[in-house]
């Protein structure tokens, strides 16, 4: 019987994890798969070995602070896939924990590794192209761009499109109104604070700071709704929220979908709001050490995949110390205040997503990983 040892660390990778393992499942029902996922990998038939909820670790300092944790996470992973011995080995994102664990399992076994939505060495730390040249088999990319890319690094690519796509179809807007309770003339703004605790803790106070003032000039004429993504609810929810804001973390991609703007934390939450023809503003915040640091190696000059893809400013962005409550309420409370703005801002987004590709990805890796020659 084949079996898959599958790695994700965080919200995205559960969801895109998840998809994986139903589409080869659909392909092949005996085959096994063994790993580190969320509860939606679990529920998609995942034999899970540690759950993502305690792996959302993100930046330099976070990781020496949680090194002997992450080392324990390391030494159990290698144990059980020398127990189980798997046929492959599938890494989504998550790279700085994945590559660490694929030198380490390539240093035992041999066992070919294939990395699903590699990490973008394109706008910084390339030097961990090393790396995977040397202990991955094969990437699966997600932007046509990162093919041609990594192709010209010698390395064997394949380009799947993304998985958001596969998982995602339009819901009826009165549906979602209707959801949501929205008054017929309130505006909807949705506040996206990231899938990991650090960017919860810097960014949450932020944005609530940011609804308030709004919520102080304009009243019930704009509802807002936070998103919460799974392994960081119970985080959010010790927090205070003023009650003037929806919590949503049954189905988070509603609240980014009903929203007429979204606040959103720079990851993959930019992507699918521009998939789901949300206009958005982009923010992020990180300690001083690692703003230091990482602003250093940051290589091209935007932090959204939107403002990358179109190699222009899209969407606005707010980074570190231009993310301040009184320049984020000042910009929506402008684009809320001029239609035609947010016309314009959407339909910049919508030329964004005319590029990016149509479903299917999930399901051609499914193929892929059962191909005996790949």
């Given amino acids: 019987m084949k079996s898959f040892f599958i790695v994700a660390g965080e919200s995205s990778g559960d969801n895109y994890g998840a998809s994986l393992i139903r589409e080869t499942k659909k392909l092949d029902p005996s085959i096994q798969f063994h790993g580190i996922g969320g509860l939606k990998m ?16 993100v930046g330099f300092v976070q990781v020496v602070k949680n090194y002997s944790f992450l080392k324990g996470i390391v030494k159990s992973t290698l144990n059980e896939i020398d127990r189980i011995s798997p046929d492959k080995i599938i890494l989504i994102d998550y790279p700085g924990f994945n590559l660490h664990i694929a030198k380490k399992i390539k ?7 294939y990395y699903y939505i590699p990490p973008q060495i394109w706008a910084w730390k390339e030097s961990r192209l090393k790396t995977i040249k040397k202990f991955i088999d094969k990437v699966f990319v997600i932007f046509e761009f990162e093919k041609y890319w990594y192709k010209a690094r010698g390395l064997d690519v394949e380009y799947v499109g993304h998985p958001f796509l596969d998982s995602w179809s339009a819901t009826n807007e009165d549906t979602i109104k209707q959801y949501f309770n929205v008054k017929n003339e309130a505006k909807v703004v949705t506040l996206f604070p990231g899938s990991r605790k650090q960017e919860v803790e810097h960014h949450l106070p932020l944005f609530i700071k940011v609804a308030s003032e709004i919520n102080d000039l304009y009243g019930d004429k704009i509802q807002f709704i936070l998103g919460v993504a799974d392994n960081v609810k119970r985080h959010i929810l010790s927090h205070k929220i003023p009650e003037f804001i929806h919590l949503e973390h049954k189905n988070p991609m509603y609240a980014l979908e009903a929203a007429d703007l979204g606040i959103i934390a720079s990851g993959t939450s930019t992507f699918e709001a521009c998939v789901l023809e949300t206009p958005m503003i982009v923010v992020y915040k990180m300690s001083f050490i690692n703003w230091f640091i990482i602003s250093r190696l940051i290589k091209v000059p935007y932090a959204s995949i939107v403002n990358i893809i179109s190699n222009k400013k899209v969407v606005p962005e707010y980074l570190q110390f231009d993310a301040t409550p009184e320049k984020i309420a000042s910009a929506v409370c402008m684009l809320l205040n001029d239609n035609s703005l947010l016309k314009k801002l959407k339909k910049e987004q919508m030329a964004v997503k005319k590029i990016i590709g149509g479903k299917g990805a999930s399901a051609k890796v499914a193929n892929l990983l059962l191909d005996e020659k790949v």
């Avoid at 679990?42 to 670790?57: E, M, T, W, Y």
């Avoid at 240093?107 to 590794?113: A, G, L, T």
């Fill in 107 to 113: 240093q035992k076994y041999d066992i070919p590794i």
């Fill in 42 to 57: 679990k529920d998609a038939g995942l034999n899970q070995l540690h759950d993502i909820d305690r792996l959302s670790i």
